[in-house]
């Protein structure tokens, strides 16, 4: 089916015809999913950078950096578990449980130790 323009017409392209390969359509569905994806991430981006330039009041920071600490834990927790999954996969539990447990512990040193010890140097 040909458009005004000489092209193939719109609906032609996400053809379901009998002669469509089951592959070539799931192949168009998921870069359709992708380009969604893309633009929805633009958006994100977007609107998160006008987020950020928004002057905050000084109590709001104080509560904000209080929360991102907090916050910190669980995502350390989640590494440590997708690190887990993937070492018993690969190489045994043994070796998860080592790797699992020194994520942790670099999570807490770094994002908890060092960010406290810095705050008390510049409170004297």
């Not at 392209?13 to 569905?29: E, H």
């Not at 992708?34 to 509560?63: M, N, S």
Request: overall charge positive; hydrophobic content about 55%; cysteine-free.
């Amino acid at each position: 089916m040909l458009g005004a323009s000489g092209g193939r017409a719109w609906r032609d392209v996400g053809s379901t015809a009998p002669g469509t390969p089951r592959g070539a359509r799931l192949d168009r569905n998921w870069n359709e999913l992708l380009q969604e994806l893309r633009v929805a991430q633009t958006g994100v981006q977007i609107l998160t950078a006008f987020r950020l330039t928004v002057p905050f009041p000084a109590v709001l920071v104080a509560a904000v950096s209080r929360l991102s600490l907090l916050g910190l834990g669980p995502l350390g927790v989640a590494n440590a578990g997708a690190a887990w999954l993937v070492v018993d996969v690969v190489l045994g539990t043994v070796e998860a449980f080592i790797v699992a447990g020194l994520m942790v512990s670099l999570a807490a040193m770094l994002w908890w130790a060092m960010p406290m010890m810095t705050r008390r140097a510049h409170r004297r």
